[in-house]
């Protein structure tokens, strides 16, 4: 393998509590069991840059953690799985929390404390945070101090020679015509959007996948990844070119916090190790998947699980991309 390129995680950190299954609250005074609870790190920053560190890519995470007891916990659990904690800087809050809760029967949902990423902002980020020769910005909407920012962000890891990478996440208060405007000059100075399915119909007013497509190439000229879940991801690399499915093994997960970041985490490390994009998305996909696999207390993978990744998958889409322009796996 070659020299591999250096990858900038710039997203909120936070913990991640995950509760299964829960199909719905208990009645007012009363109580529940659940089978299972994971105490784990969150954030798409941190699942993002947890990944990459523990499967050995050189990759810097820079965020931020509450100055408490909890914040303490999670930079030692990062530390322990090998990411630079020390571009992960204190702020005088409660640190935040998401409470997950999953079940069989229906989507997960998400309970978040705010805390300390309302301040998380620029100035709490080091120059080097975007000298990096690939750049992912991500955790938009849980981030409300550095929104205003992240347009200039982009643009400057750009001037310095980086891919830049966008994943916003989801916009808990509706995708008002205000933010998709925002959300479209940000992509003007990005390279790759990452996007999964729901976020992408939300973004341009679409029904369908195919629809949402047309309408975002309106506006984006650049690499669009979309993530379908367990469907896997389409590929549309321009928008003269048909986008590529890149399909996974089916894979029986009752826990899927994280899935999307575990996937943006493969996908830069890709094209940190030279894949192309569509390479690049087939070891994102092959990886979420294996992570997925994984014990909660273990969400990630080792230098040693990505070599035993099958990617044969990769060459059979290509040849069926170049039979029927469309490829599917």
């Given at each position: 393998?070659?020299?591999?390129?250096?990858?900038?995680?710039?997203?909120?950190?936070?913990?991640?509590?995950?509760?299964?299954?829960?199909?719905?609250?208990?009645?007012?005074?009363?109580?529940?069991?659940?089978?299972?609870?994971?105490?784990?790190?969150?954030?798409?920053?941190?699942?993002?840059?947890?990944?990459?560190?523990?499967?050995?890519?050189?990759v810097r995470?820079f965020?931020?953690?509450?100055?408490?007891?909890?914040?303490?916990v999670i930079?030692?659990?990062?530390?322990?799985?090998?990411?630079?904690?020390?571009?992960?800087?204190?702020?005088?809050?409660p640190?935040?929390i998401?409470?997950?809760?999953?079940?069989?029967?229906?989507?997960?949902?998400?309970?978040?404390?705010?805390?300390?990423?309302?301040?998380?902002?620029?100035?709490?980020?080091?120059d080097?945070?975007?000298?990096?020769?690939?750049?992912?910005?991500?955790?938009?909407?849980?981030?409300?101090?550095?929104?205003?920012?992240?347009?200039?962000?982009?643009?400057?890891?750009?001037?310095?020679?980086?891919?830049?990478?966008?994943?916003?996440?989801?916009?808990?208060?509706?995708?008002?015509?205000?933010?998709?405007?925002?959300?479209?000059?940000?992509?003007?100075?990005?390279?790759?959007?990452?996007?999964?399915?729901?976020?992408?119909?939300?973004?341009?007013?679409?029904?369908?996948?195919?629809?949402?497509?047309?309408?975002?190439?309106?506006?984006?000229?650049?690499?669009?990844?979309?993530?379908?879940?367990?469907?896997?991801?389409?590929?549309?690399?321009?928008?003269?070119?048909?986008?590529?499915?890149?399909?996974?093994?089916?894979?029986e997960?009752?826990?899927?916090?994280?899935?999307?970041?575990s996937?943006?985490?493969?996908?830069?490390?890709?094209l940190?190790?030279?894949?192309?994009?569509?390479?690049?998305?087939?070891?994102?996909?092959?990886?979420?998947?294996?992570?997925?696999?994984?014990?909660?207390?273990r969400?990630?993978?080792?230098?040693?699980?990505?070599?035993?990744?099958?990617?044969?998958?990769?060459q059979?889409?290509?040849?069926?991309?170049?039979?029927?322009?469309?490829?599917?796996?």
């Amino acid at each position: 393998m070659g020299t591999t390129k250096a990858i900038a995680v710039i997203g909120n950190v936070q913990a991640d509590l995950v509760l299964r299954p829960v199909a719905g609250l208990p009645p007012p005074g009363e109580e529940r069991f659940v089978d299972d609870v994971s105490f784990r790190p969150g954030g798409s920053g941190g699942v993002t840059g947890m990944v990459l560190a523990a499967a050995g890519a050189p990759v810097r995470l820079f965020g931020t953690l509450g100055g408490d007891q909890i914040g303490s916990v999670i930079r030692s659990m990062l530390a322990d799985i090998g990411v630079r904690t020390s571009d992960i800087r204190v702020i005088d809050l409660p640190t935040s929390i998401t409470v997950a809760l999953e079940a069989p029967e229906r989507e997960r949902c998400f309970l978040t404390s705010r805390g300390h990423m309302d301040a998380f902002s620029k100035s709490d980020l080091a120059d080097e945070a975007l000298a990096a020769p690939i750049t992912l910005l991500t955790g938009f909407f849980t981030t409300p101090a550095l929104q205003a920012d992240v347009a200039a962000l982009g643009a400057r890891a750009r001037a310095n020679g980086s891919i830049v990478l966008f994943d916003p996440g989801s916009d808990q208060f509706g995708w008002s015509d205000a933010v998709r405007d925002t959300i479209f000059s940000i992509l003007k100075e990005c390279d790759c959007f990452l996007p999964n399915e729901a976020e992408l119909l939300a973004l341009t007013g679409a029904e369908d996948v195919a629809d949402a497509l047309a309408r975002l190439r309106e506006r984006f000229e650049g690499v669009l990844i979309v993530k379908m879940g367990a469907k896997g991801c389409l590929v549309s690399e321009s928008a003269g070119s048909p986008p590529l499915a890149v399909v996974p093994a089916p894979v029986e997960a009752p826990d899927t916090t994280g899935a999307g970041d575990s996937f943006n985490a493969g996908f830069a490390l890709g094209l940190s190790r030279g894949r192309d994009w569509v390479g690049s998305a087939h070891l994102a996909s092959a990886l979420a998947s294996q992570i997925l696999r994984q014990p909660a207390w273990r969400r990630y993978l080792t230098p040693q699980d990505i070599e035993k990744l099958d990617l044969s998958r990769d060459q059979a889409t290509r040849a069926a991309n170049e039979s029927t322009g469309v490829s599917c796996m």
